[in-house]
């Protein structure tokens, strides 16, 4: 598959562009590298049967940022051109967060920050743990501070085993340029305490950070 991160980063660009409406840029561009990484390499999927029951599963947790997994569906051919032209508008499947389905490669609702991680231990779960093996969930930095260590600690306590990815950008929160208490500094630039984030995942019993 020739799916690369400059003609994803593209697609959101002009979709943000085209839809005339407010786009989550900052946190949408900041995972482009991994979605693509994830949909070229890693993942298992096939394009022309997203209902095929051997998929790996892809919980995006930061539902704001929807635009770059229709965008990453498009490049790697699971969504259509048609398709991707009602971002946002009167009566789309592709709202500004993800309403699930399938049949488009979404695999779940998201938009409450935080509730991917969850989620996704919540499906691992019911399907059991060969299912958990092929689901991964990515959460932002910002998010993560703000409402993915509860879940996190969910994912320990319940001896979960499924793959969650937090984006350690440290600066590109929402808009980017956005301080958080990863950063080392406060909304005002004052210097403020620091969260190692493989620190706290190690500290709640995270094994494999």
């Known amino acids: 598959m020739s ?3 400059g003609d994803v980063r593209r697609r959101i660009l002009t979709m943000a562009y085209e839809c005339g409406r407010s786009v989550h840029l900052g946190g949408s ?5 991994m ?9 298992r999927y096939r394009p022309e049967d997203p209902l ?16 770059a997994l229709y965008a990453v569906l498009a490049e790697a ?25 399938r049949k488009l490669g979404i695999e779940c609702s998201s938009g409450s ?3 991917g ?7 691992a779960k019911a399907r059991g743990p060969e299912f958990a093996k092929k689901l991964v969930s990515v959460i932002g ?5 703000h409402s993915g260590i509860t879940g996190l600690i969910d994912v320990v306590y319940n001896k979960g085993i499924n793959t969650v990815i937090i984006l350690d950008n440290s600066i590109t929160g929402m808009t980017g340029h956005q301080q958080n208490p990863t950063t080392g500094y406060n909304i005002k630039g004052d210097p403020a305490g620091k969260v190692d984030l493989e620190s706290l995942c190690r500290s709640i019993g995270i094994n494999r950070v």
């Open 3 to 5: 799916l690369n991160a």
């Open 117 to 123: 991680v969850s989620l996704a231990l919540g499906m």
């Open 35 to 43: 979605l693509t990484v994830l949909f070229r390499d890693v993942l």
């Open 52 to 67: 095929w029951d051997g998929r790996d599963r892809f919980v995006l947790s930061k539902g704001h940022c929807a635009v």
């Open 77 to 101: 051919g699971v969504l259509t051109e048609q398709e991707l032209s009602t971002f946002m508008q009167d009566g789309t499947n592709l709202g500004a967060h993800p309403s699930m389905n």
């Open 29 to 33: 561009l900041s995972m482009v590298e």
């Open 113 to 115: 920050l935080g509730q």
């Open 141 to 145: 930095d910002s998010t993560f501070i």
